[in-house]
């Protein structure tokens, strides 16, 4: 099969199984009619949607509610979320939970779905509307600077550092960038940040890392945004024969960066609580459905670990693989 002709099947099986999930939600007849909440990710493939699932699954079940969860095939794709946005909304759940790629693109559909009374928890990363009624996320500002500032510290204050962030649309991107650069300019002045890329894709963030090690072979630290910018940094570094000579500190958490840092290949990381992501915005979405008053932030926690923590039992808790 012809490449797009593959990717356009991908995108209409999602959109399929978005109506199907949907359907699903429906009552049927003689039963009880539930509160119907649909979130709707920025992806559904990394194991963090995964365990962002399962939180909202958990408390779905505690609180009563019917819940569904889509994706979109590759967490870049917009033009696919945004359709699966408004499938939910034609479907009219009880509330929704959308983590947005694009921060402005689903501005009309924040705009639908206000007119159509659905109140949105805006989770993950925030949304460029005033409609969503509350955000349950990580604060990325604030996990970004822990993250420069144990970056510091194991360079000695001083030398040059690169970034590769995973996106500039969403606002964790641009979050996750802008923490880690104000801290470093507030706190570091012996600290250069000589080049900032942008990928979350493994593969090219690889590519990227690789040019950013050419042109400054005294570079002493590489810090990459989420699981995929941060295991393509890693990558990089052992195509070019740098592992263990340059400090990679990361952001999430997944299989290969809990080994890397296990292995001394990797500094450390920001883990985020993606089960906890997924409870509070189901949490926060029956509060709405209620009419309860929420607050606009709902901060789900974040934490630094590295080898001499990571076999915490706080830190095992909210690791991912």
Not at 25 to 35: L, T
Not at 148 to 165: Q, T
Request: hydrophobic share 40%; charged share 20%; aromatic share 6%.
């Amino acid at each position: 099969m012809h490449r797009k002709a593959f990717v356009a099947l991908l995108g209409a099986t999602a959109i399929t199984l978005a109506l199907g999930a949907c359907s699903d939600a429906a009552e049927k007849p003689g039963e009880e009619k539930k509160p119907y909440v649909a979130l709707i990710s920025k992806g559904f493939r990394h194991q963090f949607w995964q365990a962002v699932k399962a939180g909202a699954e958990q408390a779905g079940k505690e609180l009563n509610v019917t819940v569904t969860f889509e994706g979109a095939q590759e967490e870049g794709n917009v033009e696919q979320q945004i359709q699966l946005l408004q499938t939910v909304i034609d479907k009219k759940p009880s509330a929704i939970g959308f983590a947005a790629i694009d921060s402005q693109a689903a501005g009309p559909l924040m705009t639908q779905a206000k007119n159509a009374k659905i109140p949105v928890i805006a989770f993950d990363s925030g949304v460029d509307s005033d409609v969503p009624v509350a955000t349950a996320s990580t604060d990325n500002l604030a996990a970004a600077a822990e993250a420069a500032k144990h970056m510091a510290e194991k360079i000695g204050h001083e030398g040059k550092i690169a970034m590769v962030v995973h996106d500039q649309t969403s606002v964790t991107g641009v979050q996750r960038r802008d923490g880690f650069q104000e801290y470093m300019k507030k706190n570091e002045p012996k600290i250069q940040i000589v080049d900032v890329q942008y990928s979350g894709d493994p593969l090219k963030a690889t590519d990227l890392a690789k040019a950013i090690m050419t042109a400054n072979p005294d570079l002493k630290g590489i810090y990459g945004s989420n699981e995929g910018a941060a295991i393509g940094v890693l990558h990089a570094a052992q195509e070019k024969g740098l592992t263990g000579k340059l400090v990679i500190v990361g952001f999430d958490s997944g299989k290969d960066q809990i080994d890397a840092i296990k292995a001394g290949t990797m500094y450390g990381a920001i883990t985020q609580n993606p089960v906890g992501i997924g409870y509070e915005t189901v949490k926060a979405a029956v509060a709405a459905i209620k009419g309860e008053k929420l607050p606009k932030s709902i901060d789900t926690g974040f934490y630094w670990y590295d080898k001499t923590n990571i076999e915490d039992a706080k830190i095992t808790a909210v690791l991912y693989q």
